[in-house]
């Protein structure tokens, strides 16, 4: 007996009415939801932004947002696909999705072309590096602003620090469509995007556990705790669990990067042809026993290329997309009420499949190839150097007491000059969030030693949103420009 009704799911419902008629249809909302998303501030950084390759000149590699559009085409083919087969098999109209098929398909497309908007300047090292920072500074910071005061609230240290400490792309994607660029859009719309449902204070499972894989990293914020509740509340999912197109999603992001990452790589010259071909033999020989799946592919495509190494790599990601979509709508729909219910605890691409070996292959070769190269890590180590750089200029708007900091928000003030130059550099959105947190807090029930360190901790994720917002060019011109270099 099928218990799946997608209508329970997708939704026209925001968090703010639109000031649009109320009537409005799913389509309507999903392709208002597309307009909002590719409109904003956040889509157009993503051209500015690390894949790969920091500071990249070359516009044939790919940037943030060209991977993300290649993310996007994936996923609507496979959201097609499994359309298809649920058309084939008489099962759209049971399920609530006769008729609904292109807001699906839109719903699926806007996450994977989000995806990624939560990237800091230079991708997993940025997040590494806004991590480190908080980590070494953020208490002393709070220790400094706090001096002569009693002592403060378990909060802090249960949860506000421990926040800080980690940033994760896929929880400030959340943040920024929400919070930061303010786009209202549907609760289906942010569901889709919600890889991961645990905070940074929440302990990561045990491995074996039945949520370990949802809740390997942070999927959202403190400052976006009440958010989630609501995306789970409007959406019928339970605590924990994840919204059943954040599969489609991820699987078209591992589909898509994994073959790109090695494209661009030959293309730089820091793989040869020959090089690839090598060691992608090498690699899927080491994780496979006498299996001949990813070699007959590859023989293929060298067959049909010959030396040609565009004709190759377009053959070999033609055969392997159409092939890992397949097996990814297959997996969609074998596990399809454990998909519905957000409970399926692994990607649609699993690990006992000749698919994923081809996957973990390709990223196998990318990782020790390609991700240590000296061209790779050098512009790296330089955003390093500018974003902890950046972060210690800006330091002294977190050392300032809770009063000194408000003064310099409400009018100049000659005696903090410095902080007050500071604090006009920040983007007017980042500093309209926070004070829509501190407004926020006047009708809480927190305590007001709990009020003061919230309204530190929004002061904290203000610098956070600043900087992580940067584009990569950008963050090395500031940091030239305020040290004088």
Not at 23 to 37: A, M, V
Not at 83 to 102: A, F, V, Y
Not at 235 to 246: A, K, S, T, Y
Not at 445 to 468: G, H, P
């Amino acid at each position: 007996m099928i218990s799946m009704n997608y209508l329970t799911k997708l939704t026209c419902t925001r968090p703010r009415v639109s000031s649009a008629d109320s009537d409005r249809d799913l389509l309507t909302e999903t392709e208002s939801n597309r307009g909002r998303i590719i409109q904003s501030a956040a889509i157009r950084r993503l051209q500015q932004k690390t894949q790969v390759y920091p500071l990249e000149t070359n516009a044939a590699v790919r940037s943030r947002l060209t991977h993300s559009l290649e993310v996007q085409q994936t996923g609507r083919y496979l959201a097609q696909t499994i359309l298809q087969r649920l058309s084939d098999t008489h099962q759209l109209k049971p399920m609530g999705l006769s008729g609904q098929e292109t807001a699906f398909i839109n719903l699926v497309e806007m996450a994977c072309l989000m995806h990624d908007i939560g990237n800091p300047p230079f991708g997993h090292f940025g997040e590494a590096a806004i991590s480190r920072w908080m980590q070494d500074k953020a208490h002393l910071c709070h220790e400094k602003a706090f001096k002569n005061q009693p002592a403060r609230s378990s909060l802090l240290e249960t949860t506000l620090l421990p926040d800080l400490f980690t940033y994760e792309g896929n929880a400030q994607a959340l943040r920024i469509i929400h919070h930061l660029q303010d786009l209202n859009l549907t609760y289906s719309q942010m569901g889709a995007l919600m890889k991961y449902t645990r905070t940074p204070y929440e302990p990561r499972p045990d491995k074996g556990s039945p949520d370990a894989y949802r809740k390997k990293k942070p999927g959202y914020y403190f400052s976006e705790a009440h958010l989630v509740s609501d995306i789970w509340n409007h959406l019928d999912i339970n605590e924990g669990c994840r919204f059943p197109l954040v599969y489609i999603m991820e699987a078209a992001d591992d589909i898509s990067y994994c073959i790109a990452d090695l494209e661009d790589a030959v293309d730089k010259g820091i793989l040869s042809f020959r090089d690839l071909r090598f060691r992608l033999y090498e690699v899927w020989e080491e994780f496979t026993d006498h299996n001949n799946y990813l070699p007959n592919i590859m023989e293929s495509a060298i067959q049909r290329a010959g030396n040609n190494k565009q004709e190759f790599i377009v053959r070999l990601r033609t055969r392997l997309v159409r092939d890992l979509v397949n097996y990814a709508a297959k997996r969609y729909l074998q596990q399809h009420q454990a998909v519905f219910d957000g409970t399926l605890d692994e990607p649609l691409i699993d690990g006992q499949s000749d698919q994923h070996l081809a996957l973990d292959t390709l990223k196998t070769v990318a990782i020790r190839y390609v991700f240590t190269s000296m061209e790779k890590e050098t512009p790296e180590l330089r955003g390093y150097s500018a974003l902890m750089g950046l972060m210690d200029i800006f330091q002294p708007l977190l050392e300032l007491p809770r009063a000194a900091f408000a003064s310099i928000t409400e009018k100049d003030s000659s005696r903090h000059f410095i902080e007050q130059r500071l604090y006009h550099r920040l983007s007017g959105k980042h500093k309209l969030a926070y004070h829509q947190a501190l407004q926020s807090l006047l009708s809480s029930d927190y305590s007001r030693e709990e009020q003061d360190d919230l309204e530190w901790y929004y002061r904290a994720r203000l610098l956070i949103d600043y900087v992580s917002g940067m584009t990569d060019h950008f963050v090395l011109t500031e940091y030239q420009s305020l040290s004088a270099i």
